[in-house]
Structure formats: structure tokens, C-alpha cells
């Protein structure tokens, strides 16, 4: 007998007994043999659940590969609070907010760059540009840029209220006595001339590494503001954001275009061009300022919208980016998208259309 006969005929041996055994078991015990079959079917069951969490979470990681904050989505927002204007807050309170900012510089980054939080925001503002400026998504961009940042501030930089405004046409008479510019309670003032225009007091002068990026690209510096005294506009250009100036646009524009284009061209220009330095520049953001400035901008947009609001909650249109490069002109919808490039979720236009929505939860002042 060969070798693999014996293993032929073992093989055997060992099927038949097995089957026997099996046998024996079902004559036996058929509980037992149901509850094999139960756990066999149950254990089936948990793999194929597993495997679907599995893929979704691996989905959710492709499309979004940073932790991106639940930006806050109340079902209906009953009670908005009102953004406070600057000039309206206690002294600590202006600090407090200062200090959250500062916070912000010392986190690391969340687009998982090498540079820290506070920097991602000038980062996308420099990516998107050409995307988001002097085009009908202008407005709707900055008022969820804005919030992106409240957010960030409250639940990253420790700051427990909303959103400051500089609501600069109280400054437009005097700017330079402005509390805006208080190294304490403030974002410091002009630059030093000793200094190449670098903003040296206030957070600015706080900061170790106050900027991490330029129109350039990835290029550590100093913030400079370098103050406009135009012959023409005005100290800051402070004649270009008077309240007669934005009345006049306010009151006056009839079509969303219109505000849009008034605002962005008027005040919002001049008050960049007027302080200089680093704020007419795509990295505008480097300058703390910029964010109440755009506060103050949405503001004035909320205002307008709310002159009439079933109107004008809902009418958005202008220009877009691809208009330029494209043969039939491209309208601007409320679906299009505003991306965040991993910073917070993308979202459509429509769901910033007004500050009481799922997403936005506050509201200004009535008054102008
Ligand atoms: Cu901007």
C-alpha cells in the first residue's frame, strides 16, 4: 500500500466519522444545531455592518481629510443675538477678544499645513482671491468667512461673545483718535517708521510671528500698515466711508448688484487703501482688523437687506469669476457653491442668504 493510498483511505475514515458525528449532534441536539447556524448568521450580520461603517468613515476621510468643525446648525434660530460694535464694548471685553485672536496664532493648523490656525484663514483668503472679490459672491463669502472665524474664536480661542463690527463712520470725523488703535484694548496704530512700517504694538507686536503668508506664498513677516493722509479722500481715505457715504449707498442702491458694487468699490476699498501696509493686499487677513471690517461690511449688506427683506433675502446676482473667460455671460445663482478648502464645510450661497438660518444664527442693531 502506497503512502498516499493510506492517506486516501485516512481521509476517508476521518470524513465518515465526521459525518456521523454531525449526525449524531443533529440526532442529539437540534437546539444546538439552530443556535450554531444563529451565530454563524449573527456573526455575518456584525462583519457586514462593520464593513459599511468602515466605508463610510473611509469616504468621509477621502472627501474631507482635516477635522472640520461642526459648523453650529440650529434647526430654527428663535432667539439671534446681536453682533456688538466695537466702540459698544467694556474695555476688557475688547482685550478678551484680542487675546482669543492672539490665541488663534498659537494653535496649530487644521488644513494640516505647518503654519498655525490663525494663519489657514489668510492662506484661503490668498487661494480664493480671484474668486471672491469684486464678483456677486463677494458678500455672501465674507459673511460665512466671518462666521467660520466667530466660530473658530469661540470654540478654539476661548472667546465666550459674537462677533465684534468696527462700525468705522463713527471714527470717519476723527480717525486717528479711533479706539480701534489702542495697544491694550485695540489692534495697535500705524506702523513704525523705524521699523519698515511693522505694526509693533498691540497683538500685532504681541505676536512672535505675526505672518506666515504673503501674496507670494509661504514667506514669514512682519504685518505693516502704513496710513493713507490722501490730499484727495482724506486721512485713512476717511471722506470714502463717512455715514453720508454709506446712507447714500444704502438708501440709494436699488439692486443687490448695486449695493454690492457701492460697497466693495466704496467704503470697503478706501478702508483697506487707507490703512496701508498689508490690508490692500490679497493677504489682508494678516491685519486682525480685517475681520471687523468685514463684520462691519456684512452689517451694512444685513441693513440693506433688511429695508425688504422677502425681496432681498433671496436676490443675489452679478457678476461671477468664470464671467471674464467665458463667451455667454455667467449668472450668479443661489446655488452656487462658497468653498472653504477643508477650513469648514462648503456650503451654497442660499444657506447665508440671511443671518437667521440653519447655519447663521445672529443679527445687527436695526439702526445705521
Ligand atoms: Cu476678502
Known sequence: MSVNEMDHDDEERLLQSNQENDH????????????KTFWHSFLLFITFIASIFSFVALEHRWKHPFTIPKISSQEVCEHATARPSWHSLPLHRRHAYTRAVQRLTTIPSRLGLNTSL????????????????????????????VHVFEQTLQDEGGYD?????????????SPLDSPIWDSWAGFGGNGSEAADSCVEEGILGRIAKPANYS????????????????K???????????????????EGSKTYDELREGLE?????????????????ASSTNDPLFFLHHSQIDRLWWLWQQRNPK????????????????????????????KMLGLAHDIAVGDVMTTKSELLCYKYKLEL
Not at 24 to 35: G, H, N, V
Not at 132 to 137: E, P
Not at 215 to 230: A, L
Not at 267 to 279: A, C, D, N, Q, V
Request: with cysteine; aromatic share 14%; glycine share 6%.
Open 232 to 250: 484727495q479722500y482724506g486721512m485713512l481715505h476717511s471722506k470714502q466711508w463717512n455715514k453720508e457715504i454709506v446712507k447714500h449707498i444704502i
Open 161 to 173: 461673545g459674537l462677533m465684534p463690527y468696527w462700525d468705522w463712520t463713527l471714527d470717519a470725523q
Open 24 to 35: 449524531e449532534e443533529f440526532r442529539a441536539s437540534p437546539a444546538s444545531k439552530y443556535s
Open 215 to 230: 501674496e507670494c506664498g509661504y514667506k514669514p513677516h512682519c504685518v505693516k500698515r502704513v496710513f493713507d493722509d490722501s
Open 265 to 281: 468699490n466704496g467704503p470697503h476699498r478706501h478702508l483697506h487703501l487707507g490703512i496701508g501696509g498689508e490690508m490692500p493686499t
Open 311 to 338: 425681496t432681498r433675502n433671496v436676490e443675489f446676482f452679478g457678476p461671477t469669476a468664470l464671467s471674464d473667460d467665458s463667451t455667454e455671460p455667467i449668472r450668479a445663482s443661489l446655488h452656487d457653491s462658497i
Open 118 to 145: 490663525y494663519d489657514d484663514f489668510t492662506y484661503i483668503h490668498i487661494q480664493l482671491t480671484w474668486q471672491v472679490h469684486h464678483v456677486a459672491v463677494s458678500l455672501p463669502f465674507h459673511r460665512y468667512f
